[in-house]
């Protein structure tokens, strides 16, 4: 499944998560194994060295990752009481 997630839309989830996330901290992903994560995957598959990840990367898959969990709900149907 391919979720197409327009640039306008992503800023304007980043808008709304900013302002959560400034009322209070609690994040959907983990931010320290999404960060070795990167790095790993860079590691074995870019040229270049990278070394750090910042935290507007983060914030962009934090962003991108909420948007994908409100659009599986949204499309989930009216039954039952799992969402699958």
């Keep these: 499944m391919s979720i197409n997630i ?3 839309q992503l800023e ?3 808008d709304i998560e900013r302002e959560r996330l400034s009322n209070r901290l609690s994040h959907v ?3 320290a194994y999404v960060r070795r994560w990167a790095l790993d995957y ?3 598959n870019r040229s270049h060295p990278f070394t ?3 935290e507007d990367f983060l914030n962009h898959i934090e962003a991108q990752t909420k948007c994908a969990i409100r659009y599986r709900i949204d ?5 039952g ?3 699958k």
């Design 6 to 8: 327009t640039t306008e």
């Design 42 to 44: 860079a590691r074995t």
């Design 81 to 83: 009481t799992t969402l």
């Design 29 to 31: 992903i983990n931010r």
């Design 52 to 54: 750090r990840v910042s």
């Design 12 to 14: 304007s989830a980043r």
């Design 75 to 79: 499309s989930a149907p009216s039954t």
